[in-house]
């Protein structure tokens, strides 16, 4: 009996001592060494040792693991990506099919090479029936922080004219788009981006045997927090923009506006007087004059004619000088390219906002555009012409009589 007693009471002054040195520890704000504490235990019994040590090693990791968690899983939040689209269309073209790929939004901070994340895959869309309308084309979580850009491919787009489906060329197909002042999408409110995309279709071809080449651009815009609805979180939804107050800001905010103040046109010389009355600048590329056959309807935003064939076409240099475009007919297989480049030129006059400019040509002017084999037109005294300036997001179109 003494010298069970003589072995157990060392022990229990040990783990005593033990526990009296973490509680005073664990007072003052001293941190304890699991080691030398251990030990201490150990000079008790071994069997309370191993208990107490995985104890003390679980509260350890429990406490860890918050912060391991919040570091390599983010927190995510809603973005919804909304498409609407302004188009400049021939006359006869009624549905614009534009088939997309590899929708990505990019993290603000990182380079362009980085930081980008699938939000959509593939889709397809009809863009004339986006006119005054968002349509979503993606709606997904995503990890919270700021963004700054989208970006997709346009893989392949089709023209409805006159009733009938027609391939159409595409231009530019990968665009890079920058969101206006960025978004920011947060865990507790839902956030969408709306992308003005702006494609301009032209028919290098004949009424009865078109051609089309499409090309578009685009800006994005955040949507106000408090106006995301739950249909813009919906794919596929459609939400009028007819009356939104932060749309009409918007455009009123970050748009160019082409108006044509007057223009004067006769055989050898053509002058066109342009101001853009938007707050935002465009870059100007092409001037289409075009033969009236008969009245047009009232020109609230832009005519483009419903072909170029028999119209006069212009590129338009950084001076403001105007250069007539013209193709030999028939085409050979893979010229369209060439024609697009051309007429999608990527020179042009930048006109900032407020700012105008005298866009002028002197020569023989010649209707016929894919000449000279096409059977080209001069310009005829007192007959009445169509004049189209096209710009980045940006179209206005004036009559003239030819004097």
């Known amino acids: 009996m003494n010298g069970k007693r003589s072995t157990v009471v060392p022990a229990?002054?040990?783990?005593?001592?033990?526990?009296?040195?973490?509680?005073?520890?664990?007072?003052?704000?001293?941190?304890?060494?699991?080691?030398?504490?251990?030990?201490?235990?150990?000079?008790?019994?071994?069997?309370?040792?191993?208990?107490?040590?995985?104890?003390?090693?679980?509260?350890?990791?429990?406490?860890?693991?918050?912060?391991?968690?919040?570091?390599?899983?983010?927190?995510?939040?809603?973005?919804?990506?909304?498409?609407?689209?302004?188009?400049?269309?021939?006359?006869?073209?009624?549905?614009?099919?534009?088939?997309?790929?590899?929708?990505?939004?990019?993290?603000?901070?990182?380079?362009?090479?980085?930081?980008?994340?699938?939000?959509?895959?593939?889709?397809?869309?009809?863009?004339?029936?986006?006119?005054?309308?968002?349509?979503?084309?993606?709606?997904?979580?995503?990890?919270?922080?700021?963004?700054?850009?989208?970006?997709f491919n346009i893989?392949?787009?089709?023209?409805?004219?006159?009733?009938?489906?027609?391939?159409?060329?595409?231009?530019?197909?990968?665009?890079?788009?920058?969101?206006?002042?960025?978004?920011?999408?947060?865990?507790?409110?839902?956030?969408?981006?709306?992308?003005?995309?702006?494609?301009?279709?032209?028919?290098?071809?004949?009424?009865?045997?078109?051609e089309f080449i499409i090309r578009s651009v685009a800006s994005a815009y955040p949507v106000p927090p408090g106006s995301v609805t739950a249909s813009m979180q919906q794919q596929g939804g459609k939400t009028s923009l007819v009356g939104l107050g932060w749309w009409r800001a918007t455009l009123q905010n970050d748009t160019a506006n082409l108006v044509i103040g007057g223009a004067s046109l006769n055989a050898t010389s053509l002058k066109i007087d342009v101001t853009n009355t938007g707050s935002n600048s465009t870059r100007l590329t092409l001037v289409v004059v075009s033969p009236l056959a008969s009245a047009l309807p009232p020109i609230t935003r832009g005519y483009l004619p419903e072909t170029f064939v028999g119209s006069a076409v212009f590129s338009i240099l950084p001076n403001g000088t105007l250069v007539p475009l013209t193709f030999a007919m028939p085409m050979a297989v893979g010229e369209q390219s060439s024609v697009s480049a051309s007429v999608f030129t990527p020179l042009g006059l930048n006109l900032s906002a407020g700012a105008s400019v005298s866009l002028s040509y002197n020569g023989p002017i010649r209707l016929g555009f894919l000449g000279p084999e096409v059977d080209q037109a001069i310009i005829m005294p007192h007959q009445q012409y169509l004049i189209t300036v096209l710009g980045t997001q940006a179209l206005a179109s004036y009559v003239v009589v030819a004097s």
């Open 12 to 151: 229990v002054l040990a783990i005593a001592l033990a526990v009296a040195v973490i509680a005073f520890g664990m007072y003052a704000g001293i941190p304890i060494n699991q080691t030398n504490t251990s030990t201490l235990l150990q000079a008790g019994s071994s069997g309370t040792t191993s208990s107490t040590s995985q104890s003390q090693a679980q509260v350890t990791t429990s406490q860890a693991s918050p912060t391991a968690k919040s570091a390599s899983s983010p927190g995510e939040g809603t973005l919804s990506v909304l498409l609407t689209d302004p188009p400049s269309v021939p006359q006869g073209v009624t549905r614009v099919y534009v088939s997309y790929r590899d929708l990505q939004v990019h993290i603000s901070g990182a380079g362009n090479q980085s930081g980008w994340t699938t939000l959509q895959t593939a889709g397809e869309i009809e863009l004339l029936g986006t006119v005054n309308v968002s349509q979503t084309i993606s709606s997904v979580k995503v990890a919270t922080g700021d963004y700054n850009q989208l970006r």
């Open 155 to 210: 893989s392949s787009a089709q023209v409805t004219f006159q009733g009938q489906n027609y391939t159409a060329f595409v231009q530019s197909a990968e665009l890079v788009v920058p969101i206006h002042n960025g978004i920011t999408v947060d865990a507790s409110v839902a956030s969408a981006t709306i992308i003005d995309i702006s494609p301009t279709v032209i028919n290098i071809g004949s009424p009865s045997t078109p």
